[in-house]
């Protein structure tokens, strides 16, 4: 049965470097299904797997706790190598059958982290968004313990070199990685396993075939060296030093502190040659201590328990920083805090990122002690070497990316924690019983896996109806029905489900606050928009959109307000510095809506010379009717007694929108202040027949004619 499980990891750490486990949710449900599934294999198959499971803290708990960290952090020699397995006497006594079965030096750490991440799930600003994380993180753990229990010397080699060919295959193809960063980071992994495979194996192979396989592995790292170089990867620099220094270290000992030296002098100089240099394409590039920043504030705010797991964007949100010199001050968000041990804090609190830590602390003190009594011409000692630097460079690129939320780095990482982890020790054999825990909590995930990917099926083919019966708690789901909804009833029926179900999403409660003001209910209108700001101070569309709600109900002065806020955060932000001068103008303050509507042009010269990013938020930031920006020029010179520049600020208008029924009205008011009454009456004409309905036309239409008469 081993050999099928061990067929079963292989294909699956051949299948998830190759999608992008952030967007793609059909292959991220088969990975955890088949983690699932196999772990049900082992569980009703192998008695020896129930004897994995993490330790029941019992009456004694708090002492046997302290017992187990200080277990953990004592320097033993490793066990499973070697060492003699005692027999407690009373186990002789009883007639009790022990067996050396393996299991994990992490057993404890591991139970305590799910059980602390399952309260921050439960006590999640956005609950869905946390439980899939949690389930994510639980079958990682799942799979962790299934490598132990499948761990071989076989095994680990063949999975060793399967990484290796695949960071390869990554290095010459074009990959599904999100980023030049995260495929950095694989190349790196691959890089680290051949360079140690080098180090320590090469000294065994026979003379015939020694430079053959020296060969089949130095290219290999060039290629992956060469492929990190042409992508500037400061990320995959920084990672692949820190695997290579701790390599350096446990094979070298103190002269390996030497060689990191050295190899850091050599990738500065030689394999990445100015990557270091501003990035002036995208002034976002380089902001990760400003993001850190907003990380840190964020952990202030919730330090406990956190925004729950997979919650950050929420925390950053409101904690969102400026950036120099971008036309967007505020129009990037991020999921990611570019720093795992950060976010980790942020989002579940700060008792799972000091149980990280100890793990993580763990993992290095016993994987020392294992390689300090192995030869190095030892096959172990490889896979051992291997994993330590593997795991070395993973959490050096965890310090300033997110690459642990890509499943082919964070299953490799997890694959590395089980050869350093997993001991031998006897223990009672029980008989195989079959509780029904396992199975109930084993067909609840299942299930919610299944019901997620039968929604996200239906949303690709726009059922979101259906979608929404079987994800009833995806906030954005609901979102996606709202918007598919013609009726403004249904529709806010949809969005209040959305709020309610994501309450600290600024979007979610401005698109209900819009939803209100379309049902013209005004006091939950101005609510939801005010708590839109509570939850994103930053947001511009959101101080817009309560200016607005002011100005249509002709409170020009609270209106005024809200447009400078919005101002504030969004110098470029066109329209509201237009509405702002209708405000002034509104109030009788001609000179100061005059400044406001050359500061609109003022924008838009200047965004002539910019680079644009051309997202979705600077557009809205700069897109705007020009129509009504010259409109309101030929009321200003009209308000001056100069009809002549009235004349042509409204032309140039009814250039840009032909259709603009209030710039014929106007124009006809200026060719009927210099009595030019038959061009006023054709231009009123051409306003009523645009604008049939309104009053004010007809009146100004019975004047012209009037004069013309007369």
């Known amino acids: 049965m081993k050999k099928n499980i061990s067929l079963i990891i292989f294909l699956l750490f051949l299948f998830t470097p190759w999608f992008n486990g952030g967007k793609d949710a059909v292959p991220l449900a088969i990975i955890q299904v088949t983690v699932l599934l196999t772990a049900a294999i ?40 070697g060492r003699v397995i005692r027999i407690h006497p009373w186990a002789h006594s009883h007639g009790l059958l022990r067996r050396r079965i393996k299991t994990s030096e992490l057993n404890m750490p591991l139970f305590l982290f799910m059980v602390f991440y399952l309260a921050a799930a439960i006590n999640s600003v956005y609950f869905y968004n946390s439980m899939v994380s949690f389930i994510y993180i639980l079958m990682l ?24 060919v695949t960071a390869l ?142 919650n950050f964007e929420y925390g950053f949100s409101k904690h969102n920083f400026p950036v120099t010199g971008a036309v967007a001050r505020y129009g990037k968000y991020t999921r990611f805090a570019h720093n795992e041990f950060i976010q980790l804090w942020a989002e579940a609190g700060f008792i799972p990122f000091f149980i990280f830590i100890w793990a993580v602390g763990v993992f290095f003190i016993r994987g020392a002690g294992r390689l300090a009594v192995l030869s190095s011409d030892d096959k172990q000692y490889w896979h051992q070497a291997s994993a330590m630097a593997g795991a070395a460079a993973i959490l050096a690129g965890a310090l300033v990316d997110f690459n ?114 379309n049902n013209n209910d005004l006091l939950n209108t101005l609510k939801e928009y005010k708590l839109a700001v509570e939850y994103n101070p930053f947001n511009p569309f959101v101080f817009f959109n309560l200016a607005s709600y002011y100005l249509n109900r002709r ?71 020009n129509s009504r920006l010259y409109n309101s020029f030929g009321k200003y010179w009209m308000s001056k007694n100069a009809p ?29 202040k210099l009595k030019q009454y038959k061009l006023a009456e054709k231009y009123m004409k051409e306003a009523s027949r645009l604008d049939p309905g309104n009053i004010t036309f007809i009146k100004n239409k019975t004047l012209i004619r009037k004069e013309i008469k007369s």
């Open 42 to 81: 082992l569980y009703f198959k192998d008695r020896c797997f129930l004897n994995m499971k993490p330790p029941r803290v019992h009456t004694r708990g708090i002492l046997h706790l302290f017992g187990e960290i200080r277990r953990s952090f004592t320097l033993l020699r490793p066990m499973g190598y």
């Open 169 to 310: 295959l990554l290095a010459l193809l074009p990959g599904r990685f999100p980023n030049v960063n995260l495929l950095a980071g694989y190349i790196v992994i691959g890089i680290i396993i051949g360079l140690a495979r080098l180090a320590v194996q090469s000294v065994e192979w026979t003379h015939n075939k020694k430079y053959f396989k020296i060969m089949l592995y130095v290219l290999p790292i060039l290629v992956m060296l060469y492929r990190l170089s042409a992508d500037a990867s400061r990320v995959g620099i920084f990672s692949l030093f820190s695997g290579v220094s701790c390599l350096a270290v446990l094979k070298y000992k103190k002269r390996g502190l030497i060689v990191s030296a050295v190899l850091l002098a050599i990738l500065l100089s030689v394999f990445a040659p100015g990557v270091f240099r501003q990035n002036q394409a995208d002034p976002y590039d380089n902001q990760r201590l400003n993001i850190w920043k907003s990380g840190i504030e964020a952990i202030r705010e919730h330090p406990f328990l956190g925004f729950g797991p997979g």
């Open 644 to 672: 002549a520049k009235a004349i042509a600020a409204y032309e140039h208008a009814l250039a840009i929108n032909p259709a603009f029924a209030d710039a014929y009205s106007n124009m006809a008011g200026a060719y009927y």
């Open 404 to 517: 642990l939320h890509l499943p082919a780095v964070s299953v490799t990482f997890i694959f590395f924690m089980a050869i350093i982890m997993q001991k031998e020790e006897a223990q009672k054999i029980s008989e195989h019983r079959i509780g029904i825990v396992f199975p109930i909590v084993a067909l609840g995930l299942l299930g919610f896996i299944v019901c997620n990917f039968i929604a996200y099926l239906n949303v690709s083919k726009n059922n979101f109806q259906t979608a929404v019966r079987f994800a009833p708690l995806n906030a954005a789901y609901y979102r996606l029905l709202g918007n598919s909804i013609p009726d403004e009833k249904e529709k806010l029926s949809a969005y209040s489900r959305m709020v309610f179900l994501n309450p600290q999403d600024a979007g979610y409660h401005q698109l209900l606050g819009d939803t209100y003001y």
């Open 555 to 625: 409170e020009y002065g609270k209106a005024l307000g809200w447009y400078q806020k919005a101002l504030q955060v969004e110098p470029y932000y066109i329209r509201a510095a237009y509405y702002a001068g209708e405000c002034y103008w509104n109030t009788g303050r001609k000179e100061e809506a005059k400044e406001l509507y050359d500061r609109v042009l003022e924008i838009q010269q200047a965004m002539q010379g910019k680079k644009s990013l051309n997202t979705g938020y600077e557009k809205n930031l700069l897109s705007f009717d």
């Open 141 to 164: 753990v799942v799979l962790y313990y299934i490598l132990v229990y499948c761990s071989a010397g076989y095994l680990n080699d063949r999975l060793l070199r399967l990484v290796f």
